[in-house]
């Protein structure tokens, strides 16, 4: 699907995001053939802590989140920091779809067949200088659309933020998705603009996106700052590093059985992605870089 074409869709869309657009997008060939969970389970089962903890309350509360107009700032140590409306980053880009294993840090897994651009279509575009090192990003901040945000006890510190080294996002595995089956992006899952990184653990692939920036300096990101004993800087998929509090060995793909039937299934290194990526990691400790 061209950048036009795409953006024109994006600009049909009204601001209530209870609807959809359909998108169309190339094929990729580093999708995966393993069989795609079922789009209801996708939408109705994750972690979007903006709109409360439970799996289920993405979906419940997500409705009244307002995605158009939608706009990102890009800036930091770069020649050319800009404001881009949405529809004006996918002008210049062509999506493509990536059909992509995703594994959280909880156990469970999922095959989502995302539509995006590579992330690295995007940093060309504002020339990083030679001492960015490292790309952060952060979420809407929304108390009165986001319910998560409300209240006086609040489960993390917004706003929520992620951070990759700038090698990673520069890697043609790593995608800023803007759909997925076949439609634009539904609220819960990250509408209108999240980051997607296959071989991380899901809570790296961070969603809503309105800033991004390059920095020389390791960012702070959000579960590390909470728990770092728990959640490191690069929460890249490892069967041999367990959490404290569970084995990250095997996991439950969403779908196949639940409760006392859900089938196991062991974790692959990098999530199966180690073909691609473990060379950027080589001679790195991944014990000690969790």
């Known amino acids: 699907m061209t950048g036009g074409i795409a953006a024109a869709a994006l600009a049909m869309l009204p601001a209530d995001s209870g609807w959809a657009a359909a998108l169309e997008a190339r094929k990729s060939p580093f999708s995966t053939d393993e069989q795609q969970t079922r789009r ?30 939608w706009s990102v700032e890009v800036g930091g140590l770069v020649a050319k920091p800009t404001t881009y409306a949405l529809e004006d980053i996918l002008k210049f880009v062509t999506l493509e779809e990536r059909i992509y294993r995703l594994r959280c840090v909880e156990g469970w897994s999922m095959v989502i067949p ?7 279509d995007l940093i060309s575009r504002v020339e990083p200088l030679g001492s960015a090192k490292y790309i952060t990003f952060e979420t809407l901040v929304r108390p009165d659309e986001m319910p998560g945000q409300r209240g006086l006890f609040q489960p993390l510190d917004w706003p929520y ?7 990673e996002a520069k890697h043609p595995l790593t995608i800023l ?29 961070i969603k809503s996106i309105i800033r991004i ?3 020389e300096e390791q960012p702070p990101t959000t579960w590390q700052e909470m728990a770092s004993h728990e ?10 590093v367990d959490h404290p509090r569970w084995s990250q060995a095997t996991e439950r793909r969403i779908g196949e059985g639940s409760g006392l039937l859900a ?7 990098f999530n199966g992605y180690g073909d691609e990526v473990a060379s950027l990691y080589a001679g790195l400790d991944l014990r000690a870089h969790y």
């Open 40 to 69: 209801a389970d996708a939408l109705s089962y994750n972690n979007f802590y903006e709109f409360g903890s439970g799996k289920d309350d993405p979906a419940a509360n997500a409705g009244s989140l307002t995605t158009a107009p």
């Open 114 to 120: 995302w539509i995006g651009f590579p992330l690295a």
């Open 161 to 167: 933020r992620e951070g990759l080294r700038l090698d």
């Open 177 to 205: 998705a803007v759909g997925m089956y076949g439609e634009t992006l539904p609220n819960q899952n990250g509408a209108p603009l999240r980051l997607v990184v296959p071989w991380k653990y899901g809570f790296k692939s």
């Open 213 to 215: 920036a390059f920095v």
């Open 231 to 240: 959640y490191g800087f690069y929460s890249n998929v490892n069967p041999e």
């Open 263 to 269: 089938k196991r299934r062991p974790t692959l290194m």
